[in-house]
């Protein structure tokens, strides 16, 4: 019986999300083929399904998706494995924190799209300066979370420590990751959003090639605004399904602290 309810309730709230994409696909339909809107600059939808369908079966869809996850992923580990860190020595070590803190503080404030001339000029144009610009992207919010979680430990727990003679290393590893784990997953949840914003940023402002921005430069640039809206799609369907998968492994993983 509740196995039933909360299905029903599922199915319910499954309902209730799909009705905003819904009346949107109904309204860009609509406003194509009713002449409210230029089809030209807004094609209609079975437009977009000939060409992802023919972006599919010439392979150039799969390899620019690849191309762009295979990017992504390797920003967001450099960025997070950075981030946790940088956090981890700012949240634990007060001269880090005095030196370091209101210098980072200032450099946050920075648009990120405003160090890709920097990036540019240190690393070239290519794969390794896009890489470094999500990695910057994706260590912020990583950086930000690990230090408020390291900091919000409870006095208990260090004197829980104190109690038993934890060395540096065993107070970092059995008291302040494990009290820091939630605060710490919540920043690399944004981080992963984060990563994949930078990703299609750094292929539409860095140089072309393979990859989902390199498609939509593609579709712009020859005027097929049915490309360019396939390549918009897929970043927002990518994006959506990283941020569920982030937070269904998120809730998994801090589970034991509801409990």
Excluded: C
Excluded at 243 to 255: F, K, N, Q, Y
């Amino acid at each position: 019986m509740a196995s039933e309810t909360i299905a029903r309730s599922a199915a319910t709230s499954l309902r209730r999300r799909l009705v905003l994409p819904l009346l949107l696909l109904a309204a860009w339909e609509v406003g194509s083929h009713s002449g409210l809107v230029n089809p030209q600059f807004l094609p209609p939808l079975e437009k977009v399904a000939r060409v992802a369908w023919q972006e599919l079966a010439s392979g150039e869809l799969p390899h620019a998706l690849a191309t762009s996850l295979r990017r992504d992923l390797l920003g967001f580990a450099l960025g997070s494995g950075i981030g946790i860190v940088v956090g981890l020595l700012l949240g634990l070590s007060s001269i880090a924190d005095r030196i370091f803190t209101t210098w980072f503080n200032g450099l946050k404030q920075i648009a990120l799209l405003a160090w890709i001339p920097l990036i540019s000029l240190w690393f070239g144009f290519d794969e390794a300066a896009k890489i470094v610009f999500i990695a910057l992207a994706a260590s912020i919010p990583v950086i930000l979370n690990t230090v408020e979680g390291v900091r919000s430990t409870s006095g208990k727990l260090k004197e829980v420590g104190e109690v038993f003679r934890f060395s540096p290393l065993q107070l970092v590893w059995s008291l302040y990751l494990p009290s820091a784990l939630p605060s710490m997953l919540t920043g690399l949840h944004l981080g992963l959003i984060y990563a994949w914003l930078a990703t299609i940023g750094a292929e539409y402002f860095m140089a072309a090639g393979p990859g989902i921005g390199g498609l939509i430069i593609s579709g712009r640039e020859r005027f097929e605004m049915a490309l360019v809206m396939l390549g918009i799609v897929v970043v927002g369907l990518v994006g959506f399904i990283v941020d569920r998968s982030a937070t269904a492994i998120e809730h998994r993983l801090v589970r034991w602290r509801n409990a």
